[in-house]
DNA sequence: GTGTAGGGCGCG
DNA sequence: AAAGCGCGCCCTACAC
C-alpha cells in the first residue's frame, strides 16, 4: 500500500492554499502515568487541572501543519470532515479548548470520523503504530512517542525539534491515511453504531451520590482494618502468604481464588490452619477493594449536572461486542452485593422517569442453533415462545418428557421440567444447562468436569464427564457438524485469509460484517491465524463460539438500532441488554413496545427465535 | 522510574 | 483427537 508523503508547512504556508477532501487531526496533550486519559477517561482528563493541549497537527494529504492550537487557523478547516485516530479524545480535547476559549467554539466539522473504530471494525490492531504497521507495512517511531511522555513542551514550540514534530504530524497523517484507504468498507449503520456509543457514554447515567459518598467511606474503612489483620505488607501479596503458610507448615493452596475448587478443596483439608483465615482475610480485602475503587472511578466522572459519563469501546471485542473502557468498566458491575454495597443500586432514574430494563433471553444458545441449521429444534422455540432454553434441550436431546400435565405452562399444559425437578428434586435442569453453557463450542471431558461444577454444582468423575461430552455429542449433530464445516473452511485457506461473513451480511455483498482470521497456517498440530494483531490458535469449536457471538451481538445492535429510530435512546448497553431511561406517565407502555421492538424478527436470521425480558425499576438491577 | 505478565474478580 | 469464549481493572512481582 503505497503512503502519500505530505510535506510539513507553518501556520503562514497552510493559509495560502485551500484544504482538498478530508483533514486527519492529531492533539498533543501532557500526560504522566498517574495524570492519563487510560486511567481517567477522556471527559475527567480534559477537565483536569493539568489539562495542556500543547500541540495539534492537521493534515489534508498533500501538506501537515503542526502548532500551538490557539495558533492555528481554524477557519481553514470548519465545516469540512475531519479525522481522528480516538476521536472521542481528540474531541474532548477540541470542546474543552473551545470552553477554555483557546480556539474559536463555531468551527466546527461537519463530521468527524475516527479511524480507529473503523480499523477496529476491520480486525485490524486498534491502535494506531499496530493499525499502521498492519495496513501500509510501516513502523511508526516509537522512540519519538516514549521521549514525550512527562514533558510539557509548548514553551518548545514552534520552535520544537524536528523530531518531535515529525511525530505529531505522523498521528495525522498516517490517521487520515486509514481513513481515505479503508473507509469503504465501513457500512452506515456500523458507523451510526459508533456515534451512538459516543453519545450515549457522553449523556451519562443518573448516579445516587450520596449512597455512593457513604458507602466508599465504609469500604476504605473495612481494607484498613482487614489490611491490618494480615501480619504482613502489602497485604494482597501471595508471595508472602505462600511464606508465611510455610512458617506454620500448612502448605499454600494452588489459588487463593474464592472460586477456584482448588482453594474450597484446601480449605476443607485445613480447617483448623490460620491460613485459611488469611486467605478468607485477602478474598475481602480484594473484594471490598474492587468495590471501594469503581465508586472511586465513578466520582471521578461526576458532570455539572449530576450525571456520571463512561465510555463503552465500540468493537472492543473481536467478535464485534462493545467493551468497556476508560478506567470505568460498566460491562461487569456486580449482580449482587459486596460487603453489603450494590454497585448497581448507585444508578438509578432520573426524577420523573424508570429504568427500563429489557434484554434477550439466552441469546447464545438460540443463536448457536440457529447456525447450526438444526430446524427441528427452533421450531421448538418457535411453537412455545416462552419456554425456557434448557428445557428444550432436555427434551430434544436428553429424552426427557414430563411425568404429569399442568395448567398453563409452556408446552400445552405439561408440567416444566423446572416443576418436575422441584418436585422430584432430580438435577435434570442443571445437567442440562451445564451442557447447554459448556458444551455446545468443543468443551472436552477433562474442562467439563470443571464446567458441571461451577455452573451447575455437580461434581462428576472423568467417566461420567466423557460419557455426557460423548452423548451431547451424538445427539447434536448439527452443532458438531457446524464446527467440524468452520475448522474446515479455515484450514482451506491456508496460506492466506479466513474472511467468515455473519448473517447479516448479504449475500456476494462486500460491505457487511465478517470475522476475519488473517495468514492462516493450517498443519499438523492445527491452525494458526492472526487476529487483531496477535498470533492466535484456532479449532472448530472457537470459529462457532465466534460467530455465534458475532451474530447475537448484531442482534442486539439491530435492536439498538430500531429502538433509536423509534425514539428509544438507550443510556446502557452490557452485550445482551440495552437500558432505557422512561417516563413514568407512559412507562409500562414504553416497556411493552421496546420488548416488542426486542422480539421482531430480524429479516437476515429468519426463523431465529427470539425473546426478551424487560422489567421497569427505580435503580438498576432491582 | 516504566512496562509487562499473571493472579484475581467482576460481567455476558 | 482435543479445545468453552469474550472482555477490563486492580494488585503484585519482576525485568529493564
Known amino acids: ?61 498533500e501538506r501537515t501543519c503542526v502548532c500551538p492550537p490557539a495558533e492555528f487557523p481554524w477557519g481553514m478547516i470548519a465545516g469540512r470532515e475531519w479525522v481522528s485516530h480516538n476521536r472521542e479524545f481528540d474531541e474532548a480535547v477540541f470542546l474543552r479548548l473551545g470552553d477554555l476559549g483557546v480556539i474559536p467554539r463555531d468551527a466546527r466539522p461537519v463530521r468527524w470520523f475516527c479511524s480507529a473504530a473503523l480499523c477496529a471494525f476491520l480486525q485490524l490492531p486498534r491502535d494506531l503504530a499496530g493499525a499502521a504497521k498492519a495496513v501500509f507495512g510501516v513502523d511508526l517511531d516509537k522512540t519519538i512517542r516514549a521521549g514525550m511522555k512527562g514533558r510539557d513542551l509548548s514553551a ?82 501471595i508471595t508472602k502468604f505462600e511464606a508465611a503458610c510455610a ?79 476508560g478506567g470505568l468498566n460498566m460491562q461487569n458491575y456486580n449482580r449482587k452485593p459486596a460487603e453489603g454495597v450494590d454497585l448497581r443500586r448507585c444508578i438509578v432514574a432520573p426524577p420523573g ?19 447450526a441449521g438444526d430446524t427441528d429444534t427452533l421450531d421448538m422455540f418457535r411453537l412455545n415462545p416462552d419456554a425456557d432454553a434448557y428445557e428444550i434441550h432436555a427434551r430434544a436431546t436428553m429424552g426427557w418428557r414430563p411425568e404429569v400435565s399442568v395448567q398453563g405452562s409452556g408446552f400445552s399444559g405439561e408440567e416444566t421440567l423446572r416443576q418436575y425437578c422441584e418436585r422430584t428434586g432430580s438435577g435434570l435442569r442443571q445437567l442440562a444447562k451445564a451442557r447447554v453453557l459448556g458444551l455446545g463450542f468443543g468443551c472436552g471431558a477433562r474442562r467439563f468436569i470443571e464446567v458441571a461444577k461451577v455452573m451447575a454444582g455437580l461434581e462428576i468423575s472423568f467417566e461420567e464427564s466423557d460419557r455426557i461430552v460423548r452423548e451431547f455429542r451424538e445427539s447434536n449433530p448439527k452443532i ?66 465466534n460467530w455465534t457471538q458475532g451474530t447475537a451481538r448484531d442482534v442486539l445492535a439491530s435492536a439498538w438500532l430500531r429502538c433509536d429510530a423509534s425514539g428509544f435512546r438507550p443510556v446502557l448497553s452490557v452485550h445482551d441488554e440495552l437500558v432505557f431511561e422512561v417516563p413514568e406517565a407512559s412507562a409500562e407502555e414504553d416497556l411493552r413496545r421496546i420488548v416488542g421492538i426486542f422480539e421482531e424478527p430480524v429479516a437476515w436470521a429468519p426463523g431465529l427465535p427470539l425473546l426478551a425480558e424487560g422489567k421497569l425499576c427505580a435503580v438498576y438491577g432491582k
Open 353 to 371: 422517569c424508570l429504568l427500563a430494563v429489557v434484554d434477550y433471553a439466552q441469546i447464545e444458545s438460540r443463536v448457536l442453533l440457529f447456525l
Open 480 to 545: 458438531v457438524a457446524l464446527w467440524e464445516h468452520l475448522n474446515d473452511a479455515c484450514a482451506s485457506c491456508d496460506g492466506g485469509d479466513y474472511v467468515l461473513p455473519l448473517p447479516c451480511t448479504q449475500v456476494n455483498s462486500d460491505l457487511g460484517r465478517f470475522l476475519i482470521y488473517r495468514d492462516v497456517a493450517a498443519g499438523e498440530n492445527g491452525i494458526e491465524c492472526t487476529v487483531a494483531g496477535d498470533r492466535i490458535k484456532v479449532y472448530g469449536g472457537l470459529l462457532a463460539e
Open 156 to 237: 518548545d514550540l514552534p520552535g520544537m525539534i524536528q523530531e518531535e514534530t515529525d511525530y505529531a504530524a505522523c498521528d495525522a497523517e498516517m490517521a487520515l491515511a486509514l481513513w481515505n484507504t479503508l473507509s469503504g468498507h465501513w457500512p452506515a449503520h456500523e458507523r451510526r453504531l459508533y456515534e451512538q456509543t459516543v453519545a450515549m457514554g457522553r449523556r451519562g447515567l443518573v448516579v445516587d451520590w450520596d449512597y455512593v459518598d457513604a458507602n466508599l467511606k465504609e469500604l476504605n474503612a473495612t481494607v484498613e482494618a482487614v489490611s491490618a489483620a494480615l501480619p504482613w505488607k502489602p497485604a494482597l501479596s
Open 1 to 61: 500500500m503505497r503512503l502519500p508523503q505530505p510535506k510539513r508547512v507553518t501556520v503562514k504556508e497552510w493559509v495560502t492554499a485551500p484544504v482538498p477532501g478530508v483533514v486527519g487531526l492529531d492533539f498533543e496533550t501532557f500526560y504522566t502515568s498517574a495524570y492519563s486519559v487510560s486511567q481517567m477517561g477522556n471527559w475527567a482528563y480534559v477537565h483536569d487541572r493539568r489539562f495542556n493541549a500543547w500541540a495539534v497537527s492537521v493534515s489534508d494529504g
Open 247 to 325: 512458617d506454620i507448615g500448612t502448605p499454600p493452596p494452588k489459588s487463593t481464588a474464592a472460586n477456584d475448587p482448588d482453594f474450597q478443596d484446601w480449605v476443607r483439608d485445613n480447617m483448623r490452619s490460620d491460613a485459611v483465615i488469611w486467605a478468607r482475610h485477602m478474598q475481602r480485602m480484594r473484594s471490598a477493594n474492587r468495590t471501594a475503587k469503581v465508586l472511586e472511578s465513578m466520582k471521578a466522572r461526576r458532570k455539572a449536572d449530576g450525571r456520571m459519563v463512561f465510555e463503552l469501546k465500540y468493537y472492543g471485542a473481536t467478535p464485534g461486542r462493545w467493551s468497556g473502557g
